[in-house]
């Protein structure tokens, strides 16, 4: 699977299905994602991501399940 410009919009749910935020770039192999503003920090500290503050996370190649038309879903 490689991650292209298309997965930029898309959402990104994690394992369970659950929406965690919107791609709003990719670079490389690496999606930026915008966090909803209701994603707990219990899910944030599962994947890896810091302090609140940050207005994007990055989410490597490796950690993407898949991608399709709709959304982006994690491998956790």
Known sequence: MELT????????????????????????SRA???PDPGVSDTIKSKLGWGDAD?????VDEADIESVDDDEVRLKR
Do not use: L
Request: glycine share 12%.
């Open 32 to 34: 930026h994602v915008h």
């Open 54 to 58: 940050e207005e994007t996370y990055p």
């Open 5 to 28: 410009a298309d997965a930029e919009g898309k959402r990104v749910v994690n394992q369970e299905g659950t929406k965690i935020g919107t791609v709003s770039a990719v670079e490389g």
